[in-house]
């Protein structure tokens, strides 16, 4: 596959999609960086534009269905994209706690409806000319539910299964489509966490092994393979064996 020209990143400002955008950024690339800090996402554009890629930036919430529909299309129409990458995500938050409530629907906002308002607009510019690829972030933890991560592994899991159904709705009409399901990686949306986070990766690394994998126009990029496997097995377990080793691990 020819390496992507004019790339759209949501989620940039910072973590992986700030580390994807320094992957991407080489003369003679186009990075379109979406994000809410306008000031950190202009950081990230001027880092980008030192390697010799021609960066913009748009300061814009996910979850503003009109508003991202109006940054994507305008992207869109100012040079065909590419590759449209559905980063933006926030992490898992406490259950309990008098606003746990609406920190899950943020959660599921921004991580569920943010992916559905970054594809939806790009999916029939991509059809009409027959090229293109997205892709989707999902999550390990969107294989089975753990305590604590309700509404992020809903979120998660949601994000993988409709994009390995849009993978197959779109590939005969000549569009790629990429689910994307890391483990734990060193970003802001990871300090502080209260839960094993077993192989750890650096957000580099991470942002490398997606790049790689989008490249060989995989389905499912997950990653690392024990993690993955382990995760795999568990959502095949029985019910009661599965929640038995959860509590185990996590002490719950």
């Known amino acids: 596959m020819t390496a992507p020209a004019a790339i759209l990143i949501t989620g940039a400002s910072s973590g992986l999609g700030a580390a994807l955008a320094r992957g991407y950024a080489a003369p003679g690339a186009r990075l379109v960086l979406l994000g809410r800090d306008a000031v950190r996402l202009e950081a990230v554009a001027d880092a980008a534009r030192t390697l010799g890629a021609a960066a913009e930036t748009i300061a814009v919430d996910v979850t503003d269905r009109a508003a991202m529909a109006a940054a994507v299309t305008t992207a869109d129409e100012a040079g065909p994209l590419d590759l449209v990458i559905a980063n933006a995500g926030i992490g898992p938050s406490g259950a309990e706690g008098p606003d746990a409530a609406a920190k899950g629907r943020r959660i599921l906002a921004v991580n569920l409806d943010g992916v559905l308002n970054t594809v939806d607009p790009i999916r029939p510019c991509m059809v009409a000319r027959g090229a293109g690829q997205i892709a989707l972030m999902s999550s390990l933890a969107g294989f089975h539910g753990f305590p604590g991560m309700g509404p992020y592994a809903a979120s998660k899991a949601a994000v993988r299964v409709y994009g390995e159904a849009l993978r197959v709705e779109l590939r005969a009409r000549g569009v790629r489509v990429s689910v994307i399901c890391p483990g734990f990686i ?12 077993p192989m750890l990766m650096e957000v580099g690394d991470a942002a490398a092994a997606i790049r790689r994998g989008l490249a060989r126009e995989r389905p499912m990029i997950a990653f690392p393979w024990p993690v993955h496997a382990g995760t795999r097995l568990l959502a095949a377990l029985p019910a009661a064996w599965a929640d038995a080793m959860i509590r185990r691990v996590m002490r719950v």
Do not use: H, I
């Open 186 to 197: 060193r970003t802001p949306l990871t300090d502080g966490a209260r839960f094993p986070m």
